[in-house]
């Protein structure tokens, strides 16, 4: 592998000095530089995440599979099985890594992230959200006649007959799962009777075939305190179980009862009847939920690592008590709690303006940025994040190592 370039930091390195970063200028290699450096899965150059054009999406490879093997982990021990959701990283490689974990299959959320999950190797995959159009049920159905391993969920009647009518019409028996509503008003039908009424439904139309029930609590996933977090989950769920118990006890299959994310993984277990948790941000991390606290950890959530981060390029060093950056809100979001600028303090960021990313020095910053200086940010919220980016720069020891494309990026419909 060849060296390009040797930055001041990297010049450092080499001859033995301790690792500090140096403030330097550096080449900043483009995306389609990148990518002519990266050819049959290896890297033929050794490239620095600080040389980086920015503002430039990285995962350190360390931390992401630490992540994804404490979950394989702790499944294996709370005897249930994973089944991660896609729309985290819209990745099919990481999907892949999912599955060699044992992962059950991977959820998506639209129709267009799953064909690209399937074009891509994925053969087990659950849409969680329903599709209502004529286009997008087509759309589905089409799938499924390609992927037999592809799960609808429908939560109304009425949606129901238009995905059997539309499998009939192909030719085929669509699997689907009944969306249930934990209580947050958002998708799913109510619990109890109602959601037991569409699953028989579902089981009796001559296109579908019932398959279980999803039931994913977003409202508990970021509630602040795991004893909290832990008993509005069991109590909101216990509905979800006494609905699921309706469905075992009239005779409906019930292979399927998924449910749970990120902040609830080590809680999920005791949902009784649950089989699967829809994990998604665990793999990434971000600022949002290293602020809700862990069972051991109560003031950071450090069950798993941040392994994404945002590298940006200071633009301007001449205002009093801050620096502007070149990530702004269109490479961060404006989403909330704002990124965190890693290995530093007395410092915070904004990222509010579309192309500037704002650093406010408080007491003591661990130091002032020189225009040209790099910094590294872990990322406010990274599904939105991942979805502003058409690739990943894979990160070993600071080096790129991988570049991984975010094949689903965009992948709205
Ligand atoms: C239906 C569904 N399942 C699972 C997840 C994954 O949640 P998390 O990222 O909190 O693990 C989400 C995230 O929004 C979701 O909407």
Known sequence: MKTLSLSRRRFLQASGAAAVWVP???????????RGFYSNGQMTVNVSKWELDTPALCVDLDLLEANLDKMAQTMAQNGIASRPHGKTHKCPTIARMQMERGSVGICTAKVSEAEVMFDNGIDR???????????????????RQRCPG?????????????????????????????????????TGTAFGQPALELAQLV???????????????????HVAGFDLRKAQTLERMSAAT???????????????????????????????????????SYIFMDAQYLAIGGATDTV???????????????????????????????????????????????????STSDEFGTILYE??????????????????????VVNLYDQLYV??????????PISARGMSA
């Not at 849409?127 to 799938?143: C, D, E, Q, S």
């Not at 661990?366 to 040209?372: L, N, T, W």
């Open 24 to 34: 330097t200028a550096v080449v900043g290699y483009t995306a389609q530089e990148m």
């Open 125 to 143: 995959i659950l849409n969680t959200t329903g599709n209502v159009t004529a286009t997008k049920i087509n759309r589905a159905m089409n799938l």
């Open 150 to 186: 592809f799960i609808q969920a429908t939560d109304a009647a009425a949606n129901a007959r238009l995905l059997s009518a539309a499998a009939v019409s192909k030719g085929i028996v669509a699997d689907v799962v009944v969306d249930v509503d934990p209580g947050i008003q958002r």
């Open 203 to 221: 089981d009796q139309l001559p296109g579908l075939n019932f398959i279980g029930m999803l039931c994913y609590d977003a409202g508990s996933q």
């Open 242 to 280: 006494d609905t699921f118990d309706l469905m075992q006890r009239a005779g409906l299959n019930t292979e399927i009862f998924s449910g749970g994310g990120t902040g609830t993984y080590n809680i999920d277990h005791w949902v009784r009847g649950l089989t699967d948790v829809q994990v998604g």
């Open 300 to 350: 950071s959530y450090s069950d798993f690592h941040a392994s994404l981060t945002i590298m940006t390029t200071v633009l301007n060093d001449q205002h009093e008590g801050r620096a502007t950056s070149d990530a702004g809100a269109k490479a961060c979001t404006i989403n909330q709690p704002w990124p965190i600028i890693k290995g530093e303090s007395g410092m915070s960021y904004r």
């Open 363 to 384: 007491d003591s910053p661990s130091r002032q940025y020189k225009v040209g200086d790099k910094l590294e940010l872990i990322v406010s919220h990274c599904d939105p």
């Open 395 to 404: 990160i070993k020891d600071d080096t790129v190592v991988a570049i991984w």
